[in-house]
């Protein structure tokens, strides 16, 4: 297995060694290339992701990223603008693939979460997040700022396949979220579609929320979801709060996905760089090592995916309130699936 | 005090009965003018909203409004994009003002929320609620829906500056919560205006939050909030996350504001018409009658809406387990705020 390695900034580092630790200890043939991306290198000669760097990322079999940003010295917008999303579009990871599980021990904040175990999928190539959008008469009265959603068949469907495909190999629901009584453009395209695609999987029930109702039931009943389809912001603004009703964002695993194989996958943890405890070793690398498992299943390694999930469902029940010592995660996990 | 009152549909008609007795209560010289908006006018005539509707609702000090739709036999956008969203931009509410608070007795499903008490001050006139937007080849392999966010400085800047007045009378903290690091040009707006507004309001501390970032918060730590300013489609969000940590959409109400005082402002319940309870008065009236309490302070008269606030919160605090009947809320409310 040729696999590229972003490990990113802060905590980004430290998670994604821990990581490694985990994938080499069950995967024997994987060769790495390590990646300088990040806020380091664009402090260092204002670089964020040349055409070589993703001519050379291509040539991998999957990615793995840490995390990327430094808050504090790098202006909002240049990385994510610059590195994280070109990323996405160059590769065309249009299936931005968010699992949500309750783990036993987790610190949920909700009183009842009931049994939590849904797969957001998220467009991850079009929607608000092309850059289409400007602005003019900048830092006048008179300046105008628009951002455009930009909605393709082409685009929704490929996604809307995909979240069936999963729903039908889970538990048979799928709930598109979107904001079709005001978005009627985008929202009539989206809940067409979904209408369109559902007769070729006739075991799977659809059900559909508007993405303000869709945060309500988060909190309320998060066990009703199974699988969410929804658009680029919308699934952005569903997995953090996803996140963070089961435990928060130390065990949230997420993958950039080319369904269509053209293109590297890339698997990352959904938390930041976390510059204020980096260095420490005490960052959860539980998000990143999880990010594997997904990387080893999108790999067809189903066997072995497993056995990473579990150990780390064991390792998350058996914590109690012992602070997170971030090698030690990592070690403990290596010696579980090395068991 | 001259009142238009919009009941609409489904416990709509309810909860506004209710929330009128507290108002007669209170204010002996109040008229009220009815107005057949919503469903039932709409199938009865094809009718959302003329302009004979609206010069009319124009010649009142403000509106009283209860829920809209029937999602059973208007689809989704009709009245949405017909009705209420007309209404906002013809009447110029740019101030969605929606507090929260978490009142004794609630049932709300965190396990520790805290101290919660905020205000969210959510743009009403622009983003992604404009309108702008279209679709071509619909229905086709190439069909493409697009919807466009619109931001002025002039809309931001009214509403920024309505919001930096709110926090100064209140606990001095304002949260500008955006997507700055994607939505670089609407963004940019929010952002800079935030910055140019905030020195004329030396006492209030500013904050920024991602909107992924703020749904986080908002299960985690959501007293850390004091005033939050937002756009049209954030604020819709994470308004009803916040109704829904605070106990449910029960109890929330909000107005929809004209800061200027050129046209009424509209005072209504988050919640819908919720037409599978409608008509068997157990719909709670609770927010309907929060509204009359914001209706109130935004006419002037504090001292009455703190008397209403207050009798909220008694009776909350003192409902226990007992289900709720609508009309039953509404007298104990009204022998408190008369005793
Ligand atoms: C960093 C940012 C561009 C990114 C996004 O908005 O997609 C992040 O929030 C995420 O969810 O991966
Ligand atoms: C009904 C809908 C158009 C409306 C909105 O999106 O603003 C509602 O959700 C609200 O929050 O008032």
Redesign the interface.
């Known amino acids: 297995m040729k696999l590229a390695v972003i490990p990113g900034d802060g905590i980004g580092v430290e998670v994604t060694a821990e990581a490694l630790k985990v994938l080499h200890a069950l995967v024997p043939d994987v060769s790495t290339t390590e990646y300088d991306l990040g806020a380091r290198r664009y402090l260092r000669n204002g670089e964020t992701l040349t055409d070589a760097d993703i001519a050379s990322l291509k040539e991998h079999d999957a990615i793995l990223l840490g995390a990327i940003g430094d808050p504090r010295s790098v202006p909002?917008?240049v990385l994510?603008?610059g590195m994280l999303?070109p990323l996405r579009f160059a590769l065309d990871h249009h299936v931005n693939l968010r699992p949500s599980r309750l783990f036993p021990g987790s610190a949920?904040?909700?009183?009842?979460p009931g049994e939590i175990d849904f797969v957001v999928v998220r467009e991850g190539t079009e929607g608000?997040?092309t850059g289409?959008?400007?602005?003019i008469?900048?830092?006048?009265?008179?300046?105008?700022?628009?951002?455009?959603?930009?909605?393709?068949?082409?685009g929704v469907?490929r996604v809307v396949r995909d979240a069936f495909a999963r729903a039908q190999a889970r538990r048979g629901k799928l709930t598109l979220v979107h904001?079709?009584?005001?978005?009627?453009?985008?929202?009539?395209?989206w809940q067409?579609t979904v209408d369109e695609v559902a007769p070729e999987f006739p075991a799977v029930e659809v059900d559909y929320c508007h993405?303000?109702?869709a945060?309500?039931y988060?909190?309320?009943d998060p066990a009703r979801f199974d699988v969410i389809v929804t658009d680029n912001?919308f699934g952005?603004?569903?997995?953090?709060?996803a996140?963070?009703?089961t435990g928060?964002?130390g065990t949230a695993a997420s993958g950039n996905i080319d369904a269509s194989g053209t293109n590297p996958s890339m698997f990352e943890p959904v938390h930041g760089s976390a510059p204020d405890i980096a260095g420490q070793g005490k960052a959860d690398p539980t998000a990143a090592i999880l990010s594997v498992a997904l990387l080893l299943r999108h790999l067809g390694k189903e066997e072995v995916a497993a056995r990473v999930e579990a150990a780390v469902e064991a390792d998350l029940g058996s914590r109690g309130d012992a602070p997170v010592v971030t090698s030690e995660v990592g070690d403990r996990i290596v010696a579980a699936v090395s068991a």
């Not at 900048?138 to 068949?153: C, Y």
């Not at 952005?236 to 709060?241: A, E, K, S, V």
């Open positions: 909002a917008g994510e603008r999303l949920t904040p909700l009183k009842n608000l997040y289409n959008g400007g602005a008469r900048v830092g006048t009265p008179q300046e105008i700022g628009t951002e455009t959603s930009v909605n393709t068949r082409f469907e904001k079709t009584n005001v978005l009627v453009n985008a929202g009539g395209l067409r993405i303000d109702a945060t309500i988060m909190v309320t912001l952005d603004i569903i997995t953090d709060l996140a963070a009703v928060g964002i």
